[in-house]
């Protein structure tokens, strides 16, 4: 689940003794980036999140979350690999959270660190051959973007699962969490990656504007026969690529959100037991 999508909170508040704290729809950090950016209307999204939910569940879903949720069901017994797996203490996985978190956000600014396991995903030269075709000028960002996205989500949903992992070796309401994210992981995943791919394409649109302007602007100053060295050079283009990796940031963020609401609730947990 992602703050594009719903929150924990009407769940968690039953399973655990606190409510885990999380941000309204339209605080999320991608979604405040797109409208800021004139790149989404955030206002079109405003009706009820639960009317939204259900929507997009269908019969097979809606079974499936009913079993999850039902008190009298006992819980399906941990896969092998999962009860192999050492219980870690809330710092150890905090720690492991955060460093992948980490690793992502430098692989988005400037390239995966070294023995992370991440591939290099490098933004395409800040040049672009003259004369731009609008129509393919955006395709090396595109295969960025997509590349970034890929990784990121191919990462996260590991480290989800390892969370959950740690989350089943805890206490029944910590293993009924764990079960939940594991179902709404399955019912909502192809709907966020729906959601998600949408965003280079907005990118595409402001950047195909962008090319037109520069087009316009280069050719005004060779009427006039001027040289204006931020129309000949890059200027134009580097608030773009700019903006490609702060909504890449912002993404990750969004895709940290089911995972960090896991973590809190294992932490909160391990300190009331202390």
Do not use: C
Not at 123 to 145: G, H, N, S
Not at 225 to 252: C, F, G, H, K, N
Request: glycine share 2%; proline share 5%.
């Amino acid at each position: 689940m992602s703050s594009l999508a719903l929150s924990f909170e009407p769940q968690t508040q039953t399973l655990m003794t606190r409510p885990l704290s999380r941000a309204p729809l339209h605080s999320s950090r991608l979604v405040r980036f797109l409208t800021e950016n004139d790149m989404s209307d955030a206002a079109r999204d405003t009706y009820d999140v639960g009317q939204k939910l259900g929507d997009w569940l269908n019969f097979r879903h809606a079974i499936a979350l009913h079993g999850v949720l039902n008190p009298e069901l006992q819980l399906q017994p941990s896969p092998a690999n999962t009860r192999r797996a050492a219980l870690m203490t809330a710092e150890a996985l905090s720690r492991h959270v955060n460093k992948i978190r980490s690793q992502l956000e430098q692989s988005i600014v400037e390239g995966a660190p070294p023995g992370s396991g991440l591939a290099r995903i490098d933004m395409p030269p800040a040049e672009l051959d003259e004369p731009i075709d609008p129509k393919t000028a955006f395709t090396t960002y595109r295969r960025f973007y997509a590349a970034q996205q890929r990784q990121m989500e191919a990462t996260l949903q590991n480290l989800r699962t390892q969370v959950r992992a740690q989350l089943r070796k805890s206490s029944s309401a910590l293993q009924q969490l764990a079960a939940l994210d594991e179902a709404f992981e399955a019912t909502l995943s192809e709907r966020e990656a729906a959601l998600l791919a949408n965003v280079p394409k907005l990118h595409e649109k402001r950047f195909v504007q962008a090319v037109k302007r520069h087009t316009k602007k280069q050719a005004e100053a060779t009427a006039a026969a001027e040289i204006a060295m931020d129309v000949r050079q890059s200027a134009w283009l580097m608030p773009l690529r700019q903006a490609l990796r702060t909504a890449l940031l912002a993404e990750l963020d969004t895709r940290m959100q089911p995972t960090l609401g896991l973590l809190e609730a294992f932490n909160l947990e391990h300190a009331q037991q202390q």
